[in-house]
């Protein structure tokens, strides 16, 4: 396994120090000392943790996302094989702490170590398993990487089986959507617009409502195409910010369909 190897060499080619494997030890005690049994009940509710449910056997200790992000700096230099390490952690907020690390790694990289965040990241999918986790790294890592190369990855993630891998897949477009290119977007859209599942209904209809704050247009020419068909919740998310008068008229149908 990764984990606590003294004399491996890690994923940077760099070789694993004690010091290191302290740092390692040392964040978990930072993350516990930071932890609330009763934000832990909360997350575990708001994260639906329950059997059945999608964050199903989830663990939280309850610390906050502003007092994560305060360790990011502190354990920058973490090396990628201790990262990826922490990313197979049981605790969720080890394994968003790992991720907020590969993101920003991933922006102060070189090419051939963006590439090597970007295979960790899609090696350990598995445990990028719940909504926040995606949303926080995956425009940063996959559509970082993915923008100014082929994109035939996203659409694979999004015939995926995961409900994860799907949702990585239209929030990575997140990336492309602030760099003005939204095609990428709308043709995954269209994969997902069939999806069974609530979380990526959201995920979609927030996707198409970055599109318009940007260029309605654009956003409504793919609205007027399949706004009649596309989950209701998909729809909502994506009107949310249109005038309420041509809120309602998608809402009610009344709007003339693209043909």
């Known amino acids: 396994m990764l984990m606590y190897f003294t004399s491996d060499v890690g994923s940077t080619g760099r070789r694993t120090t004690p010091r290191a494997v302290m740092n390692l030890r040392t964040l978990r005690e930072d993350l516990r000392s930071r932890a609330s049994e009763a934000d832990a009940a909360v997350a575990q509710r708001f994260f639906k943790t329950g059997p059945g449910e999608y964050g199903e056997g989830d663990h939280f200790i309850g610390v906050r996302v ?148 940007r260029d309605r247009e654009v956003e409504e020419r793919f609205l007027r195409k399949h706004y009649q068909t596309m989950p209701r919740t998909m729809l909502r998310y994506a009107i949310e910010k249109f005038p309420e008068e041509l809120r309602q008229a998608y809402l009610k149908g009344t709007v003339r369909k693209c043909t």
Request: hydrophobic letters at 40%; a positive charge.
């Open 66 to 213: 502003p007092e994560i992000r305060k360790l990011i700096r502190v354990y920058e230099e973490l090396n990628l094989r201790q990262v990826e390490s922490l990313l197979h952690s049981k605790i969720h907020e080890e394994r968003l702490l790992a991720l907020l690390l590969l993101v920003r790694k991933f922006k102060k990289a070189r090419p051939d170590e963006q590439k090597q965040i970007y295979s960790i990241y899609l090696d350990n999918t598995a445990h990028i398993n719940n909504w926040d986790l995606v949303d926080l790294s995956a425009e940063h890592i996959v559509g970082g990487y993915l923008h100014m190369r082929n994109r035939r990855p996203l659409h694979a993630l999004a015939k995926s089986s995961s409900l994860w891998e799907r949702r990585i897949a239209v929030l990575a477009t997140f990336h492309f959507i602030r760099k003005g290119e939204p095609d990428e977007t709308l043709a995954v859209a269209e994969k997902l617009l069939n999806d069974e599942h609530d979380l990526i209904h959201k995920a979609v209809g927030w996707m198409l409502r970055e599109v318009g704050n």
